[in-house]
Nanobody, 121 residues
Framework: QVQLVESGGGLVQAGGSLRLSCAAS????????MGWYRQAPGKQRELVAA???????NYADSVKCRFTISRDNAKNTVYLQMNSLKLEDTAVYYC???????????????WGQGTQGTVSS
């Protein structure tokens, strides 16, 4: 069994910052890409940022130069530093990871439970 546990969401004023963390636990052989998605009320879930096992990153245009994704492979943890937050960044943020469990041949896609990030004016 593999779990992704997120933390760090909350309420912040526009222009402020939040830092999200997501730790993977379980019988893990390897973790490929890790990323963050978000879903605002009435909208589809969208990719915010992703990072490969060797540190290559990509970002949604809407968050470039404001958000930074990073990972600590020794801790099986991915982070999202969110700066200069805007009202439109309000959403539930979901961690995602492609993980191969020990004893299996192929990786599978896993999701965290989501953490709320709310930006107020």
């Amino acid at each position: 069994q593999v779990q992704l546990v997120e933390s760090g969401g909350g309420l912040v004023q526009a222009g402020g910052s939040l830092r999200l963390s997501c730790a993977a636990s379980g019988v893990i052989f390897s973790i490929n890409a890790m990323g963050w998605y978000r879903q605002a009320p009435g909208k589809q879930r969208e990719l915010v940022a992703a990072i490969t096992s060797i540190g290559s990153t990509n970002y949604a245009d809407s968050v470039k130069c404001r958000f930074t994704i990073s990972r600590d492979n020794a801790k099986n943890t991915v982070y999202l530093q969110m700066n200069s937050l805007k009202l439109e960044d309000t959403a539930v943020y979901y961690c995602n990871a492609v993980i191969q469990r020990t004893g299996t041949y192929y990786p599978s896609n896993y999701w965290g439970q989501g953490t709320q990030g709310t930006v107020s004016s």
